[in-house]
């Protein structure tokens, strides 16, 4: 079956502009996640949906950064006054809503802020 | 608070031989151990997990972990490593008593050399 989707797979953006991510899950997750990957790091948890609801949204850095599902499943984050330090990975991973389930990433959308 | 440590950044292997891949983990409640690999310009694939039961823990692609619960750790193994190994290993944790968020590891870089 189709896997986690993520569109763009790059995005190019100048200091200041406004983006937007969006994340497709696998088809009946419940759970949906954010992480950000840094060049020579693992993912960093950004935020976390169970259906429409932002069950935990503690790794956001700052309140440039939120994110939507509104009909439980496709996801956006959303990125404000975009900085060059925003610059990284964007990871999007859906799993089945139990706390044992296995966490399924997509490709990544590779975000450049000039 | 939950950590991984993957103390190697790199590690090195001949075909045909053994690999390890090492991964130490610390969390208050139970772990949820998992293993990711990462190809270039890929997103992360999930390799296997150990939530409990048996310790030894069987995945894909012919990779293996030991879950020790003594020693805080998680290391990767399989018995005869390909070239087609060679890639970013990630070991991730979830804390029982915590949120849903898997906090990762920085990665250990596998060359498996012909």
């Known amino acids: 079956g189709a896997g986690v989707s993520q569109t763009p797979s790059n995005k190019v953006t100048e200091k200041g502009k406004y983006v937007e991510l969006r994340c497709d899950p696998i088809s009946g997750h419940t759970a949906l996640y954010w992480y950000r990957q840094s060049l020579g790091q693992g993912p960093e948890f950004l935020i976390y949906f169970q259906g429409t609801g932002a069950a935990d949204d503690s790794g956001l850095p700052n309140d440039r950064f939120f994110a939507v599902r509104p009909e439980g499943s496709v996801s956006t984050l959303k990125i404000q006054r975009t900085e060059r330090g925003d610059s990284a990975v964007y990871l999007c991973?859906?799993?089945?809503?139990?706390?044992?389930?296995?966490?399924?990433f997509g490709p990544g959308t590779r975000l450049l802020v000039l | 608070a939950q950590s991984v440590a993957q103390p190697e950044d790199q590690v090195n292997v001949a075909e045909g031989n053994p690999l390890t891949v090492k991964c130490t983990y610390s969390v208050s409640g139970n772990p949820y151990l998992f293993w990711y690999v990462q190809y270039p310009n890929r997103g992360l694939q999930f390799l296997l997990k150990y939530i409990t039961g048996d310790n030894l823990v069987k995945g894909s692609y012919g990779f293996e972990a030991e879950f020790n619960k003594s020693q805080t750790s998680f290391h990767l193994k399989k018995p005869s490593a390909l070239v087609s190994d060679s890639a970013l290993y990630f070991c991730a944790v979830r804390d029982s008593n915590s949120g849903y968020a898997l906090n990762f590891g920085k990665g250990t870089s596998l060359l498996v050399t012909p």
């Open positions: 991973a859906s799993s089945l809503g139990g706390a044992r389930e296995t966490q399924y």
